[in-house]
């Protein structure tokens, strides 16, 4: 058997540890953060659509902080979402009502609303909300750790990463494990300096620069996927022309054809871009955002093409945590090392919380101190 540091990583919120009720104290770093990017203002609707497994404590924080700025918080409890369309026929009216009324939805769920024809994208986009996604992220774990890295200077890594990154002609990603894959025509998310805006879904901790490519080519070996967990030996995906050829791996790999037997494309990407998202200990989503690493979502065929417009109902997100990403020869990320986190302007933006390289510095072990999360660190 494969041996992989985080084959303990858990597979839902119930196997999340609870947390002391003191720890709300510790949380608030994080949740200042979080409001700051929703663009909380006072008298806004803001729905809490939390999953009953959700830790009571990451609830209270957040519901605390949004009372605090004067929003009229409400807070529906929900029965865990499926994956990619695994539960089609699950009524999800409740939900889709209440997120009708809100200014503001702030999603505690483990598999993703965006998974479900009703909370799709489309349905987001057509409506004034703002929808914050905390994508296996609604634990006191991610609260700590990568929320507390300032939203100011994670604008500026990510203007700095997109500036590199959108007018590339290929992206080539490479991993000891055996990945190599290139992707072209690339068009790459870009949000813009500020917070949410209505009709936007973003996850949180925020962490990453997100593109869509219109060819893949190459093989992706596979160290961690929603449907897989960490496979037992080798997955290997090879892809041609934007499309899955070939799935190989042993039992991981039946897994995965079986959940989409149709067939799958490349759906999108995203490169990591916070230094203090956990890795170890940390579920997928929100590894992939940790400095440096990749994902990858591949998702079913619709009659056997690619509909990007639309859910594929089997979405499956693939991880690498230490690549090295090559962009138009160029190297942008050394074995998970992202080397833009050592350029002057980073450094200067990071400089007005504290010293940058306990700001910037990328080992998430090392829980950046709270005096150092807002500007003014000088203030003891």
């Known amino acids: 058997m494969t041996m992989n540091p985080y084959s303990g990583s858990p597979f839902s919120y119930v196997a999340e540890p609870a947390v002391a009720p003191y720890s709300i104290v510790e949380l608030m770093p994080g949740v200042r ?40 918080v409400r807070i529906l409890s929900v029965p865990p979402f499926s994956a990619g369309g695994w539960d089609r026929e699950a009524s999800l009216r409740i939900e889709a009502a209440a997120f009708q009324e809100a200014d ?28 914050l996604s ?45 990945t190599d894959v290139t992707f072209s025509g690339l068009t790459f ?37 929603t449907v897989t967990g960490v496979p037992e030996e080798p997955l290997r995906i090879t892809l041609e022309g934007n499309v899955v ?9 039946a897994q995965l054809r079986r959940y989409a037997p149709g067939g799958y494309y490349m759906r999108h990407g995203l490169f990591g871009l916070n230094p203090k998202v956990r890795i170890a200990g940390g579920a997928q989503f929100e590894r992939e955002k940790h400095a440096g690493a990749f994902y990858c979502g591949i998702d079913g065929l619709t009659g056997g093409v690619p509909d990007p417009t639309e859910p594929g109902y089997a979405h499956c997100d693939c991880q690498v945590d230490r690549p ?26 990071a400089a007005r919380f504290g010293p940058p390289d306990i700001i910037l510095d990328d080992n998430p072990v090392m829980i950046l101190p709270r005096r150092y999360t807002a500007g003014g660190w000088g203030r003891r």
């Open 33 to 72: 953060n979080l409001c700051d990017y929703v663009r909380l203002v006072p008298g806004e609707r803001v729905l809490l659509l939390m999953e009953h497994t959700v830790d009571p404590v990451v609830v209270q924080a957040i519901a605390a902080a949004a009372a605090l700025r004067d929003a009229d």
């Open 189 to 225: 998310e870009d949000p813009g300096p500020g917070g949410l805006r209505p009709g936007d879904w973003r996850p949180f901790p925020y962490g990453g620069a997100n593109f869509w490519p219109a060819e893949t080519e190459g093989v992706i070996v596979v160290e961690d996927s």
């Open 245 to 253: 050829r070939k799935i190989e791996g042993g039992a991981a790999a």
């Open 324 to 349: 090295t990403v090559v962009v138009d020869g160029e190297v942008f990320v050394e074995q998970g090392r992202l080397l833009l986190l050592d350029e002057p302007e980073i450094r200067q933006a």
């Open 104 to 131: 503001v939805v702030i999603s505690g769920t483990w598999w993703g609303e965006v998974h479900t024809a009703p909370l799709f994208f489309d349905q987001i986009r057509a409506r004034s909300a703002r929808f």
């Open 134 to 178: 905390l994508h296996m992220t609604a634990t006191a774990g991610a609260l700590l750790t990568g929320a507390r890295f300032p939203v100011e200077v994670f604008y500026a890594v990510l203007a700095r990463a997109l500036r590199q990154l959108s007018p590339a002609s290929s992206i080539r990603v490479t991993s000891a494990r055996g």
